[in-house]
Protein backbone atom coordinates (compact mmCIF):
# COMPACT_ATOMS: atom_id res chain seq x y z
CA UNK A 1 0.00 0.00 0.00
CA UNK A 2 1.68 3.58 -1.10
CA UNK A 3 1.01 6.53 1.04
CA UNK A 4 -1.40 8.10 -1.50
CA UNK A 5 -4.04 4.99 -1.42
CA UNK A 6 -6.02 4.60 2.05
CA UNK A 7 -7.22 1.74 3.27
CA UNK A 8 -10.62 1.85 1.63
CA UNK A 9 -8.95 1.28 -1.59
CA UNK A 10 -7.03 -1.39 -0.98
CA UNK A 11 -9.33 -3.70 1.32
CA UNK A 12 -10.51 -6.46 -1.15
CA UNK A 13 -14.21 -6.80 -1.34
CA UNK A 14 -15.21 -10.19 -1.19
CA UNK A 15 -18.19 -12.25 -2.02
CA UNK A 16 -18.79 -13.31 1.41
CA UNK A 17 -18.12 -10.11 2.75
CA UNK A 18 -20.85 -9.11 6.06
CA UNK A 19 -23.13 -6.40 5.53
CA UNK A 20 -23.15 -3.70 8.19
CA UNK A 21 -25.79 -1.00 9.02
CA UNK A 22 -23.96 2.76 8.86
CA UNK A 23 -25.56 5.27 10.81
CA UNK A 24 -25.61 8.53 9.06
CA UNK A 25 -26.41 11.87 10.24
CA UNK A 26 -29.93 13.41 9.48
CA UNK A 27 -30.56 13.70 5.78
CA UNK A 28 -27.32 12.72 5.06
CA UNK A 29 -27.77 8.89 3.67
CA UNK A 30 -27.35 9.51 0.00
CA UNK A 31 -24.49 11.49 0.31
CA UNK A 32 -22.87 8.90 2.61
CA UNK A 33 -23.92 6.39 0.18
CA UNK A 34 -22.54 8.40 -3.11
CA UNK A 35 -19.30 9.28 -1.20
CA UNK A 36 -18.79 5.02 -0.40
CA UNK A 37 -19.96 4.04 -4.21
CA UNK A 38 -17.26 6.51 -5.15
CA UNK A 39 -14.46 4.78 -3.22
CA UNK A 40 -15.27 1.24 -5.13
CA UNK A 41 -17.14 0.24 -1.52
CA UNK A 42 -20.40 -1.82 -2.11
CA UNK A 43 -23.26 0.54 -0.79
CA UNK A 44 -27.01 -0.01 -0.78
CA UNK A 45 -29.32 2.64 0.38
CA UNK A 46 -32.80 1.00 -0.31
CA UNK A 47 -35.24 3.87 -0.88
CA UNK A 48 -39.29 4.80 -0.66
CA UNK A 49 -41.71 6.54 -2.58
CA UNK A 50 -43.21 8.71 0.25
CA UNK A 51 -45.79 11.14 -0.61
CA UNK A 52 -44.77 14.96 -0.61
CA UNK A 53 -46.59 17.96 -1.12
CA UNK A 54 -44.67 21.42 -2.47
CA UNK A 55 -46.36 24.44 -3.54
CA UNK A 56 -50.04 22.79 -3.33
CA UNK A 57 -48.91 19.41 -5.47
CA UNK A 58 -48.62 16.08 -4.40
CA UNK A 59 -45.81 14.05 -6.20
CA UNK A 60 -44.56 11.07 -4.73
CA UNK A 61 -40.60 11.05 -4.34
CA UNK A 62 -37.70 9.21 -3.15
CA UNK A 63 -36.69 9.08 0.55
CA UNK A 64 -34.17 6.17 2.45
CA UNK A 65 -36.45 3.59 3.39
CA UNK A 66 -34.67 3.81 6.76
CA UNK A 67 -33.93 7.20 7.83
CA UNK A 68 -30.66 7.60 9.18
CA UNK A 69 -29.16 4.15 8.01
CA UNK A 70 -27.72 2.56 4.85
CA UNK A 71 -25.71 -0.46 4.42
CA UNK A 72 -22.32 -1.39 3.44
CA UNK A 73 -20.91 -4.71 2.14
CA UNK A 74 -16.82 -4.94 2.99
CA UNK A 75 -14.20 -6.28 5.37
CA UNK A 76 -13.33 -3.87 7.94
CA UNK A 77 -10.60 -3.85 10.07
CA UNK A 78 -9.10 -1.55 12.21
CA UNK A 79 -7.29 0.92 9.18
CA UNK A 80 -10.86 0.69 7.17
CA UNK A 81 -12.88 1.63 10.47
CA UNK A 82 -11.22 4.39 10.86
CA UNK A 83 -10.95 5.69 7.26
CA UNK A 84 -14.91 5.14 7.04
CA UNK A 85 -15.45 7.23 9.98
CA UNK A 86 -13.57 9.81 8.50
CA UNK A 87 -16.49 9.95 5.68
CA UNK A 88 -18.42 13.40 6.14
CA UNK A 89 -22.23 11.99 7.03
CA UNK A 90 -20.97 8.98 9.13
CA UNK A 91 -21.87 8.77 12.86
CA UNK A 92 -20.87 5.07 13.39
CA UNK A 93 -20.74 1.73 12.00
CA UNK A 94 -23.33 -0.25 14.28
CA UNK A 95 -21.95 -2.45 16.55
CA UNK A 96 -19.83 -2.68 20.19
CA UNK A 97 -16.87 -1.28 18.46
CA UNK A 98 -14.52 -1.56 15.43
CA UNK A 99 -13.79 -5.25 16.19
CA UNK A 100 -17.38 -6.19 17.37
CA UNK A 101 -19.39 -4.71 14.21
CA UNK A 102 -22.98 -6.06 13.81
CA UNK A 103 -23.44 -8.07 11.23
CA UNK A 104 -26.71 -8.47 9.38
CA UNK A 105 -27.72 -11.48 7.49
CA UNK A 106 -26.81 -11.69 3.93
CA UNK A 107 -30.89 -12.95 3.58
CA UNK A 108 -32.22 -9.88 5.61
CA UNK A 109 -30.43 -7.49 2.33
CA UNK A 110 -31.51 -9.83 -0.06
CA UNK A 111 -35.24 -9.78 1.30
CA UNK A 112 -34.85 -5.50 1.72
CA UNK A 113 -33.73 -6.09 -1.93
CA UNK A 114 -36.84 -7.85 -3.21
CA UNK A 115 -39.44 -5.38 -1.06
CA UNK A 116 -37.76 -2.26 -2.43
CA UNK A 117 -38.47 -2.90 -6.28
CA UNK A 118 -42.27 -3.75 -4.97
CA UNK A 119 -44.77 -0.88 -6.23
CA UNK A 120 -46.83 -0.93 -3.37
CA UNK A 121 -43.71 -0.51 -0.62
CA UNK A 122 -44.91 2.15 2.19
CA UNK A 123 -42.70 2.76 5.24
CA UNK A 124 -44.43 1.49 8.58
CA UNK A 125 -43.19 1.88 11.65
CA UNK A 126 -41.21 -1.23 13.57
CA UNK A 127 -43.80 -2.39 16.25
CA UNK A 128 -44.60 -5.84 17.74
CA UNK A 129 -47.44 -7.65 19.30
CA UNK A 130 -47.97 -7.25 22.43
CA UNK A 131 -46.39 -3.02 21.95
CA UNK A 132 -47.72 -0.17 23.83
CA UNK A 133 -48.99 2.02 21.39
CA UNK A 134 -50.42 5.50 20.43
CA UNK A 135 -52.71 6.48 18.01
CA UNK A 136 -51.62 9.19 16.31
CA UNK A 137 -54.10 10.54 13.90
CA UNK A 138 -58.36 10.55 13.49
CA UNK A 139 -60.49 10.59 16.08
CA UNK A 140 -58.95 8.06 18.26
CA UNK A 141 -55.72 10.59 17.99
CA UNK A 142 -53.70 9.82 21.70
CA UNK A 143 -55.65 7.11 22.74
CA UNK A 144 -52.66 4.29 24.24
CA UNK A 145 -53.08 0.40 24.48
CA UNK A 146 -51.99 -2.76 23.34
CA UNK A 147 -51.44 -4.20 20.05
CA UNK A 148 -52.45 -7.31 19.29
CA UNK A 149 -52.12 -7.31 15.83
CA UNK A 150 -50.38 -5.57 13.52
CA UNK A 151 -51.31 -5.34 9.47
CA UNK A 152 -51.07 -2.28 6.75
CA UNK A 153 -54.38 -1.84 6.72
CA UNK A 154 -55.39 -3.16 9.51
CA UNK A 155 -54.72 -3.40 13.05
CA UNK A 156 -56.22 -4.47 16.31
CA UNK A 157 -55.75 -1.98 19.23
CA UNK A 158 -56.77 -3.20 23.00
CA UNK A 159 -57.39 -0.66 25.32
CA UNK A 160 -57.52 -1.84 29.04
CA UNK A 161 -59.13 -0.29 32.46
CA UNK A 162 -56.70 -2.26 34.84
CA UNK A 163 -58.75 -1.85 37.79
CA UNK A 164 -62.12 -2.93 36.49
CA UNK A 165 -59.60 -6.03 34.62
CA UNK A 166 -61.67 -5.64 31.69
CA UNK A 167 -60.65 -4.81 28.10
CA UNK A 168 -62.00 -3.69 24.79
CA UNK A 169 -60.77 -4.12 21.40
CA UNK A 170 -60.88 -1.36 18.31
CA UNK A 171 -59.99 -2.56 14.86
CA UNK A 172 -57.65 1.11 13.64
CA UNK A 173 -55.46 1.72 10.44
CA UNK A 174 -52.04 0.28 11.09
CA UNK A 175 -50.50 3.49 9.57
CA UNK A 176 -51.97 5.61 12.39
CA UNK A 177 -50.14 4.27 15.26
CA UNK A 178 -46.82 4.45 16.79
CA UNK A 179 -44.65 2.48 20.17
CA UNK A 180 -45.27 4.37 22.95
Excluded at 3 to 24: F, H, K, R
Excluded at 101 to 130: C, H, N, T, W
Aim: proline residues 6%.
Amino acid sequence: MTAATSPLESAPVLAGSPWYAVWTHSHCEQTVHEQLLDRGLHSFLPTVNIRSRSGGVKRLIPAPMFSSYLFLRHQIDRNVHLDLTKIKGIVRILGERWDRLSIIPDAEIEALKKVASARQLLPFPYMRDGQRVRITTGPLAGVEGVLVESRARQGLLVVSVNLLQRSVAVVIDGMEVTPV
